[in-house]
C-alpha cells in the first residue's frame, strides 16, 4: 500500500512498515483538508489552467532534508505529469540559501500541492534534523523516538526518525507487549504482570518482543529475578526517570547505572526522562542500548523550506530577512 508510489531513486529510506496505515489516504485527506469542497480559488482566478512552470525548494535554514521522497508522492496524486528533479536526497544535510529539488509542470497543480508537500518535509526535516543530533551524541547507545506523536501522522513522524538515523520504537499497541506503570500498579507489581505477558503469549501463540518499565533498582531487581528463574518472554528493561537533573544544569546518572550494573547484559536496557540533547551524550555513556525521547516527535520545530517560482527575487528576500 505504502511502496507502490515510491520510487527507487527517491526512497532513500523507506518508510517503517505498518498493518494497515493507508500513507495515500493520509496525503488524499491533507489535499482535501486545504482544498475544501471548491478547490483552490485563487490559482483558479489569477493562474490559465494550461501554463507551465517551474518551482524550486530553497532551504532556508542549515539541517538534515526529510521528505523528499513523500512529496514526490503528493506531486503524483495531485497531477501524475508533474516532473520532479533533487540535488539532494532524504537524509542529506543541507545549508541556508541551497537550492535541493525543482518541479515543472501545470502551475495551477503546482500550487495546490505546495503547501502539503512543505507542511510534511518542513516537518519530518525537523524531526529528521534533530534525530541525527541526538544519535550522534548518544552512541554508543542508540536513540529512539516514542508513541507521542501527532495523530494520524505516526508512520510519517517514525519515518522522519529513520532518515535522521535514529531507530524506531515500537509502531503502536499491537507490535510490541510493553508494560507500563500503569499496567504493573493494575497487576499488582512487577512479577505478576510479567507472569500475565507470558501467559497470555503462550495461550494466543504470540513471538514478539516484550519490555518492562521499571522506576526504582527494587523494581529492576524483581524483573531480573523473575526472568531469570523462569522461562520468560522478556526482552527489555525500560529504566525510568533514573537520570536526575541537578540544580546546576547538570544530570546525575548513578542511579542509572546501577540499573544497568544490576542487569548485566542479560537483557537490553532502555533509559527514558531527562533526555535532551544536552544530557543524551553523558546518559549515553552508562551502557545502555537505547534511549528514547518523546521531544524528538511532540515538540517538532519544523525546518524552514519553501517553493519558489521566482527564486531570485525569493533568494534577495530572503538575504534582507537573513533567511537564506
Not at 31 to 46: H, I, K
Not at 224 to 235: F, G, I, P, W
Amino acid at each position: 500500500m505504502i511502496g507502490d508510489f515510491l520510487t527507487e531513486a527517491c526512497m532513500v529510506k523507506p518508510p517503517p512498515s505498518h498493518p494497515t496505515y493507508d500513507l495515500k489516504g493520509i496525503i488524499k485527506l491533507a489535499l482535501e483538508e486545504d482544498c475544501g469542497d471548491r478547490g483552490d480559488v485563487t490559482s483558479l482566478a489569477t493562474v490559465p489552467d494550461d501554463l507551465e512552470t517551474e518551482a524550486h525548494f530553497l532551504a532556508k535554514e542549515d539541517g538534515v532534508v526529510a521528505g523528499i521522497a513523500l512529496a514526490e508522492m503528493i506531486f503524483n496524486q495531485v497531477d501524475p505529469s508533474l516532473k520532479v528533479e533533487w540535488t539532494q536526497k532524504d537524509g542529506d544535510y543541507v545549508h541556508k540559501g541551497l537550492k535541493l529539488g525543482k518541479v515543472y509542470g501545470r502551475a495551477q497543480k503546482i500550487v495546490v500541492a505546495e503547501r502539503v508537500v512543505l507542511n510534511f518535509m518542513q516537518r519530518m526535516s525537523g524531526i529528521a534534523t534533530l534525530t541525527k543530533a541526538m544519535a550522534d551524541a548518544a552512541y554508543p547507545a542508540s536513540i529512539l523516538e516514542t508513541r507521542k506523536t501527532a495523530p494520524c501522522l505516526r508512520l510519517v513522524d517514525k519515518w522522519a526518525v529513520l532518515i535522521g538515523r535514529g531507530q524506531n520504537h515500537r509502531m503502536g499497541l499491537f507490535d510490541m507487549v510493553l508494560i507500563k506503570d500503569n499496567h504493573v500498579s493494575i497487576a499488582g507489581g512487577i512479577k505478576n504482570a510479567l507472569k500475565s505477558v507470558d501467559s497470555y503469549l503462550r495461550e494466543t501463540n504470540l513471538q514478539m518482543e516484550v519490555e518492562i518499565e521499571t522506576r526504582t533498582l527494587e523494581e529492576v531487581k524483581e524483573a531480573v529475578d523473575y526472568a531469570s528463574q523462569t522461562k520468560s518472554s522478556l526482552t527489555r528493561i525500560m529504566l525510568d526517570n533514573m537520570v536526575v537533573p541537578l540544580p546546576n544544569g547538570d544530570i546525575d546518572v548513578t542511579m542509572l547505572k546501577e540499573a544497568v550494573a544490576l542487569i548485566d547484559g542479560r537483557f537490553e536496557t532502555e533509559a527514558s526522562g531527562n533526555v535532551t540533547l544536552e544530557t543524551v551524550h553523558k546518559i549515553g555513556q552508562t551502557g545502555v542500548t537505547f534511549i528514547s525521547s518523546g521531544a524528538l516527535t511532540h515538540s517538532v520545530k519544523s525546518l524552514d523550506i519553501s517553493l519558489k517560482i521566482d527564486t531570485e527575487l525569493a533568494l534577495q528576500v530572503g538575504r534582507r530577512t537573513n533567511r537564506a
